[in-house]
């Protein structure tokens, strides 16, 4: 595995020649070392060709190494983040969860999608040939480390997670924000592959702004994924699609979340609907990218001074960084500033509700539906079903959108849900759009702009199909074939085989 640049001596990775401070950019020789190993590594026989039982194997290494690290890593990033203890603790097992989950689904198969359709010479309209299909990884993946999830989102995330299973040697540009944790924690991974047996190369950590956009430049790097604003995932979208060789950007860059109410929601269970609606937009300080923006309630709710004692107690806490909680301060004050909106309660720099209509909001629509992030959120008033439609219909994409509802309100949500779905990865009905499962159902992704490349998702299984494509084989030779293609099935995976699904053998 290629050296993190800048790790320090320690028991399980021995000295690093010429380690830096973990702030210090990597040098261009440096880069040069992760970008070669990381080519080496992925085609055959190395990282990209490994049996899935073995690359799970390697993969599952990692995860347990993480835990057993958790109480050195841990301190570590409430230093740098100023999250605390249980928050971060949490964030390690979501970590090396999400690794055992993509483990099993290698070994299992689900990854591969392999199907076979045997030849047929009596095949109508014209007979068919041995036709074997399976995904292949693409090769080298850049992934850029986000600020808010120091652990689940940065240097062994699930960006990270999906490529090492899809096959793909892995270059993490570290996030300013926690230097020191993304050394230590690339330290502890590269060396949990190297005793699991990994190849040189399957994994590497860089660090410098500039120095990313080098390395997504580079003809070697093969696919990318990021987390941040929506204007630096454009400028690197820009980069990535417009190299020599275009490459795919996977990138998350904003949400506002929608939240819609009717008033049979807010008439059953009101007060639960207040407390939720504060307990999630103040989550993590507002610091999480499902953070619901905005709650489109009816005018009449009554919810007002159930929403403003609820913002009242909770506890001020600090951001991630100053450079955010700059963000997060200007933000406030322009939304605070637009014309229609008015304040419902803040504290100091704290939590901050804001309050406008429905009509007002269409007249300002770029001013008010600006993502500010940080625990502020707007308080959203309609006068009637056909104002609800148009505040839906004001929204470009989102990661999720929920509908408060009852059963009496089933022939609105027969029309709203359509609208939501076009809108939004995730839908949720009477829920709160903060804390994304980890699961092979999951969809954590969107219509631009909170994701380019929506087809896909950044959590879930299917996160490994962002870095693979697929190949068939025709008529090629049982002999020649990858072993998860061989009529034997060494691998004992499952396969969907002439339309079913199988464990079997092939029978030619």
């Known amino acids: 595995m290629t050296p993190a640049p800048g790790i320090e001596p320690n028991s399980t990775t021995g000295p690093t020649p010429g380690a830096k401070h973990p702030s210090a950019d990597t040098t261009p020789a440096q880069l040069e070392q992760a970008l070669a190993a990381a080519a080496a590594a992925a085609p055959a026989p190395a990282f990209g060709s490994s049996e899935p039982s073995v690359r799970a194997g390697w993969i599952r290494a990692v995860a347990d190494a993480l835990d057993a690290a958790k109480d050195e890593l841990v301190p570590i990033a409430m230093r740098e983040s100023a999250l605390p203890e249980a928050r971060l603790t949490g964030e390690v097992a979501r970590s090396t969860g999400q690794l055992r989950m993509f483990a099993d689904a290698l070994e299992e198969g689900a990854l591969l999608e392999v199907t076979i359709d045997t030849a047929d010479a009596q095949a109508k309209p014209v007979p068919r040939p041995d036709l074997r299909r399976v995904l292949v990884p693409l090769g080298p993946v850049l992934v850029f480390a986000a600020s808010n999830f120091p652990f689940a989102f940065s240097v062994c995330g699930g960006d990270t997670a999906s490529a090492l299973a899809a096959g793909c040697p892995v270059i993490v540009k570290a996030h300013p924000g926690h230097p020191e944790l993304s050394v230590r924690t690339a330290a502890v991974m590269i060396d949990a592959l190297k005793q699991a047996g990994a190849p040189d190369g399957t994994f590497g950590l860089i660090s410098g702004f500039d120095v990313g956009v080098t390395a997504l430049k580079d003809p070697r790097i093969t696919a990318a994924g990021f987390t941040g604003s929506v204007p630096a995932g454009k400028a690197l979208h820009e980069i990535a699609v417009t190299r020599p060789e275009p490459i795919p950007f996977y990138g998350e860059l904003g949400s506002l979340n929608p939240v819609f109410v009717t008033q049979a929601a807010i008439?059953?269970?009101?007060?639960?609907?207040?407390?939720?609606?504060?307990?999630?937009?103040?989550?993590?300080?507002?610091?999480?990218?499902t953070k619901p923006g905005l709650l489109f309630v009816p005018s009449g709710h009554g919810l007002q001074d159930q929403l403003v004692e609820a913002v009242g107690g909770v506890a001020q806490a600090p951001m991630l960084n100053d450079r955010i909680k700059s963000g997060f301060t200007s933000g406030l004050d322009r939304l605070r500033k637009?014309?229609?909106?008015?304040?419902?309660?803040?504290?100091?720099?704290?939590?901050?509700?804001?309050?406008?209509?429905?009509?007002?909001?269409?007249?300002?629509?770029?001013?008010?539906?600006?993502?500010?992030?940080?625990?502020?959120?707007?308080?959203?008033?309609?006068?009637?079903?056909?104002?609800?439609?148009?505040?839906?219909?004001?929204?470009d994409g989102n990661l999720t959108a929920t509908l408060h509802a009852e059963d009496a309100d089933a022939d609105l949500a027969r029309e709203l849900l359509p609208l939501l779905t076009a809108r939004a990865g995730r839908v949720l009905w009477n829920g709160w759009p903060t804390g994304v499962a980890v699961s092979w159902a999951q969809h954590h992704g969107g219509p631009f702009p909170s994701t380019v490349g929506s087809i896909h998702t950044s959590v879930g299984v299917t996160a490994a199909r962002r870095f693979q494509r697929p190949v068939a084989y025709q008529d090629t030779p049982d002999a020649v074939l990858p072993d998860v293609l061989k009529d034997s099935n060494p691998a004992g995976i499952t396969r969907r085989v002439n339309g079913t699904v199988t464990t079997a053998e092939v029978t030619r």
């Open 267 to 289: 008439d059953a269970r009101g007060k639960d609907i207040a407390t939720g609606y504060v307990g999630s937009f103040t989550l993590g300080v507002g610091q999480f990218c």
């Open 338 to 395: 637009v014309d229609g909106v008015r304040v419902w309660s803040t504290a100091g720099d704290g939590a901050s509700l804001l309050q406008t209509t429905v009509p007002e909001l269409l007249a300002r629509r770029d001013e008010i539906l600006e993502e500010c992030f940080g625990p502020v959120s707007i308080v959203v008033e309609y006068n009637d079903r056909d104002e609800l439609v148009q505040a839906v219909e004001a929204f």
